[in-house]
């Protein structure tokens, strides 16, 4: 089986709000500062102003500027005839026996992602979307299979993490200080649909917003984007973001990973390590996450166990196993569990935590790998698709003959 690097997709142009007022979610603050400026707010003014609107929205959750109650009237009704706070809608919210909520969002467009919370002990970890679908064809992936696609917004990225603490109640309530608040949200994953490292800024300005002190205020450290492997962008990551790392590697063969993370024909896996040996402050505490995803006869070998151990010898790394998680005519079953412990053994012998990830929020597919858009599962076809959201007919392409027939 060969799948192409990135499928046959229609990318959709973001549409522009529906009025012409500029949400203030999303903007970083310096662009937050010149937003200001711009509406009339006057520049010695400006630093001060942004850090009180940055409070209001960011760590207290407001979203109406009439609540800002250090702000004159006057000021209110100038923020409100120019600017607006949005963040995406949820349209269902789905709730797992074992506690894992999965929302559908829907944002500008009418289009649609996935994010899903999953509380432990003593930790919560929200998983959030940088796109709608992926352009990238993972033949283990029920995103990769989605054929619409579109970036989302840095608003539309943070936002998720804001509409997700509405609906834990995580906002501090009024006259308490945030830090006294439970941490609900601890950690985010960048494991949700799309290629982070494909809406590169977008990404960085929104986990920008996430770490910021005076906001959501979440660490560097309890951020981990996951990418397949956009290797350029990894050095970037390091530098202008600096969260945790995680890698999508999944084979530990070019001939393999060739076939099922396709971006590897782009970039191989030589190519992959040297990048990541450069990762910026590689050190125990910061190691390198690598998911394996176990696809039964397929990657689950010991020979694969021993060479995932050779290949990332003198990183500082965890391995996270994940069990596939099955989906709607996915080509592949999950290795038995006899098989993923044996791996994990080989893995572990040799000095590297590999835990096995429990599989969460399955019966609501909220499960890595799951995530698709509720309107794609009704698979419409491309020129519903481009009638729907107003775009001239796409080309009618000729399916290649070795393309997957995973949909
Ligand atoms: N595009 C990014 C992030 C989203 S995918 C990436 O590929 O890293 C998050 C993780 O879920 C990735 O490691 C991905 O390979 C894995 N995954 C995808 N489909 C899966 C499935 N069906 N079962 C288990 N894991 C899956
Ligand atoms: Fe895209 Fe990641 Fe799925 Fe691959 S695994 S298709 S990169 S979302």
């Known amino acids: 089986m060969s799948a192409p690097i990135v499928q046959d997709v229609l990318p959709l142009p973001r549409k522009l709000p529906e009025t012409d007022r500029v949400n203030l979610v999303g903007l970083t603050r310096p662009r937050l500062r010149e937003a200001l400026i711009a509406a009339g707010t006057p520049e010695a003014q400006a630093k001060m102003r942004a850090n009180q609107l940055w409070q209001w929205i960011y760590q207290k959750g407001v979203r109406d500027f009439d609540a800002m109650t250090n702000l004159a009237k006057d000021y209110r009704a100038l ?11 949820i349209v269902t919210r789905s709730v797992s026996a074992d506690g894992t909520r999965k929302y559908l969002v829907r944002i500008a467009g009418g289009h649609e992602v996935e994010v899903v919370y999953i509380p432990e002990d003593g930790r919560g970890t929200l998983c959030i979307s940088s796109q709608v679908g992926c352009t990238l064809t993972c033949t283990f992936c029920h995103t990769g299979t989605q054929r619409l696609v579109r970036n989302l917004t840095a608003a539309e990225i943070v936002g998720q993490v804001m509409l997700a603490r509405d609906d834990l109640g995580e906002w501090p309530k009024p006259g308490r ?20 490292l494909y809406n590169f800024e977008a990404v960085r300005d929104a986990m920008l917003i996430a770490m910021d002190g005076e906001g959501i205020s979440l660490s560097r450290r309890r951020i981990t984007l996951s990418t397949s492997g956009v290797v350029p962008e990894i050095e970037r ?70 060479r995932l151990v050779k290949l990332i010898s003198g990183i500082p790394a965890k391995i996270n196993l994940i069990p596939f998680n099955e989906w709607p005519g996915a080509p592949y079953q999950r290795s038995d569990w006899d098989r993923i ?7 572990y012998k040799a000095g590297y935590a ?27 076809n491309r020129f519903q698709i481009a009638a729907e959201a107003g775009l001239p007919e796409p080309e009618r392409i000729v399916r290649r003959p070795d393309a997957p027939d995973v949909h």
């Open 177 to 196: 200080n945030p830090k006294d608040e439970t941490r609900l949200i601890s950690n985010l994953v960048l494991m949700g649909m799309g290629e982070p």
């Open 237 to 306: 990551a390091g530098r202008e973001i600096g969260c945790m790392l995680a890698i999508s590697l999944h084979a530990t063969t070019d001939e393999l990973r060739n076939k099922i993370v396709p971006i590897n024909r782009k970039y191989p896996i030589a190519q992959l390590f040297e990048a990541l040996r450069a990762y910026p402050k590689l050190s125990n505490s910061e190691r390198i996450t690598f998911e394996y995803v176990m696809l039964k006869g397929v990657n689950d070998s010991d020979a694969d166990a021993r």
């Open 354 to 380: 590999s835990p096995i990830r429990t599989p969460r929020g399955e019966d609501i597919m909220a499960a890595c790998g799951q995530l698709k858009s509720a309107t794609e599962r009704a698979r419409k």
């Open 341 to 347: 412990e044996a791996f994990a053994n080989i893995v």
């Open 79 to 89: 923020l409100k005839d120019h600017f607006a706070i949005e963040v995406p809608e």
